[in-house]
């Protein structure tokens, strides 16, 4: 009854959904009935710190009884941000020393170019060869895919497209460019990691043309890599950082970083500059605060590498597999034809494991549990997808 609903009355992504009825989760478990799942994609990098962590479930009561919205994005100085703003920017770079906060990652794409644009004064924008920015206008502007894109122009115009981790593109940066997006480790291309020396490259051509760096780590960021932040690895700092997903530990949230003399840009000329209703919401960042305090005091960041090498590892063994992919607990296992990585979605919920494609990468499938997965979980997710694999 519920599911013929679900299909009639709520707005349907794509004709195949994984449609099952979820009456709980908790760690790195979904509950159905009387059936468990491993979460293999964590809400697609969201869930970082597991599901009703008790800690975020608790934050989220007490500001619930606090206070909600009050007034939109900007106006009252409300606790939840302004703790969360102060313990985020103490791990950043200096030069990261403020965030604007919205809901989502395409909103804080948006934002984030409505900032290069307004601080360069620059009208052009370059991004990557299957790169996903979300789904917004300006998202869909930055993909390079004809196919998602067609039905929705016109988009936005004076896009350029580049290879990631291809150097001699980067000429195409020039000084009509007010900003270079990347994702460090692309996600939706099915985990691809950047090229030693590529991020550096992209930084100083941005340099010498004045053309502002963002990094979009909506995916990447809250220690999915196995460190905090992807760019902290490649030893690159961007002047806009772009977060989103796990930045709420699970509830609805965006947010655009850099310095506060930049963001200032949003603030007078135009004033209002950029506007958002519930950006920044009270329980949201009450949520954000209490899951960035687990990620800074549980050993989880630190031994997302480890675990991740253990899967990847574990799993490469396998006749099926034909190559892993992987940054930190962002693995993408490639299993050489898109049939297969089909198949073996059904094949995972039949073994009681949730997995997911990568949008532009067509024959593999993922693994990115919470980072909250302890070593016996590893080791019952490496079981439950070679179960999987053997049944191929
Ligand atoms: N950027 C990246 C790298 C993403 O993976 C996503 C979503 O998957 C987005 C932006 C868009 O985020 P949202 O779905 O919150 O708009």
């Known amino acids: 009854m519920i599911s013929r609903t679900f299909f009639r009355h709520v707005g349907q992504t794509s004709p195949s959904p994984l449609a099952i009825e979820i009456d709980r989760a908790d760690g ?3 509950y159905s009935g009387d059936r468990r799942y491993l979460d293999l994609v964590s809400g697609v990098c969201v869930s970082n710190v597991g599901h009703c962590r008790p800690e975020i479930v608790d934050a989220v009561r007490e500001q619930a009884g ?8 900007g106006e009252m100085i409300e606790a939840p941000q302004v703790l969360h703003a102060s313990l985020l920017t103490s791990i950043l770079p200096p030069s990261l020393d ?14 984030a170019l409505k900032l290069a644009k307004r601080l360069t004064g620059r009208r052009r924008v370059a991004s990557f060869i299957n790169c996903y920015h979300g789904s917004s ?12 894109q067609d039905a929705f122009r016109p988009l936005l115009p004076e896009v350029d497209h580049l290879r990631f981790n291809r150097i001699e593109d980067l000429a195409r940066i020039t000084p009509e460019t007010a900003c270079v ?3 460090p480790v692309q996600g939706e291309a099915g985990v691809i990691v950047p090229a030693p020396g590529f991020l550096e490259a992209l930084r100083n051509r941005c340099d010498s043309v004045g053309a502002m760096l963002v990094f979009d780590e909506v995916q990447t960021g809250f220690g999915r890599t196995g460190r905090m932040f992807a760019f902290e690895r490649y030893g690159v700092v961007p002047d806009i950082l772009v977060l989103a997903k796990a930045l709420g530990g699970g509830m609805p949230l965006g947010g655009v ?3 506060k003399e930049r963001l200032d840009a949003f603030t007078c000329d135009p004033v209002l500059g950029h506007i958002t209703t519930f950006g920044g919401h009270p329980v949201c ?11 800074l005091s549980e050993p989880w960041v630190a031994d997302a590498e480890r675990k991740g090498r253990r899967i990847g590892e ?4 396998h006749p099926a597999v034909c190559g892993i992919r992987r940054s930190g607990l962002l693995v993408a296992v490639d299993l050489g034809r898109p049939e297969l990585a089909e198949k073996m979605l059904g094949l995972l919920v039949d073994e009681g494991a949730i997995s997911d494609y990568f949008l532009y990468n067509p024959t593999s499938f993922r693994i990115a549990p919470p980072l909250s997965i302890s070593d016996a979980e590893v080791e019952e997710a490496v079981g439950i997808v070679t179960k999987a694999l053997d049944r191929l």
């Open 28 to 30: 790195v478990f979904l």
């Open 66 to 73: 606090n206070y909600f919205h009050l007034m939109v994005y």
């Open 98 to 111: 403020c965030i604007y906060y919205v809901n989502s990652g395409s909103e804080a794409v948006d934002a």
């Open 137 to 148: 206008h300006t998202s869909l502007s930055l993909m390079s895919d004809p196919d998602r």
């Open 181 to 183: 997006i990347v994702e």
């Open 257 to 259: 970083v850099s310095s």
């Open 285 to 295: 960042c009450a949520a954000a605060l209490a899951s960035l305090r687990l990620l």
């Open 314 to 317: 574990a799993l490469s063994r």
